[in-house]
């Protein structure tokens, strides 16, 4: 069952959060560039397509109505869909695109071999997300009973989430890191670093 429910009360919380704090979305922004390759690309998980936007990215899938409705006016086709059921076909995306999303996943293998099955034999997988073992995921952890969106929230630390790619026939990792210091501290973009472990927004790509 798609964890929707937080996102369809406070969508527009959600979404102004990116305005409230511009340094830390365009550092997130930047480092998910970063690893962007070139060609059609899916986002799972679009939302209100906050990073498909100015990444480029014309299609997602979302589950959640409020959500999909604010993408659709930024000009974006999101289809209702989750990431264990890609209304997609075999072989049919260069790269898939996975922002804050993995979090919310029912199954996160399943998710995997779905996500596999729609990129073409080439294609990328890129996930973005807060790493538990990291400052600001520890924070989430220690708050998360009382947030609306992070209670039903499964966090991963990124040796886990590689785990689970490597299990489901992805390989050729590249990983980079950024958001480095507490939220409140940062004050100026923040350029991403190889590898993880320090920094707490980490983004991962990986090779059918």
Not at 53 to 69: A, Q
Not at 97 to 119: G, S, Y
Not at 186 to 199: A, C, L, V
Request: aromatic content about 12%.
């Amino acid at each position: 069952m798609p964890k929707i429910d937080p996102f369809e009360k406070f969508y527009n919380e959600y979404d102004n959060w990116f305005d409230e704090n511009k340094i830390i979305y365009k550092t997130e922004i930047d480092a998910v560039k970063k690893l962007l390759p070139k060609g059609r690309g899916i986002e799972i998980g679009i939302g209100t397509g906050r990073f498909a936007y100015p990444l480029g990215i014309e299609i997602g899938i979302e589950p959640s109505p409020k959500m999909r409705e604010i993408a659709v006016k930024r000009g974006l086709n999101a289809i209702d869909g989750t990431a264990e059921n890609i209304p997609f076909s075999d072989n049919e995306f260069d790269f898939a695109l996975l922002v804050t999303t993995l979090c919310f996943l029912d199954n996160v293998d399943e998710a995997f071999k779905e996500i596999h099955r729609i990129l073409k034999p080439s294609g990328s997988i890129i996930i973005a997300f807060i790493d538990k073992e990291s400052p600001v995921g520890k924070i989430y952890l220690e708050k998360k009973e009382n947030d609306p969106f992070y209670k039903a929230a499964e966090f991963y630390s990124a040796d886990e989430v590689i785990y689970h790619l490597s299990l489901n026939k992805f390989s050729k990792f590249k990983v980079i890191q950024t958001i480095f210091g507490s939220l409140d501290m940062i004050k100026k973009i923040q350029r991403s670093k190889n590898g993880h472990g320090k920094g707490s927004f980490v983004v991962i790509r990986a090779n059918k």
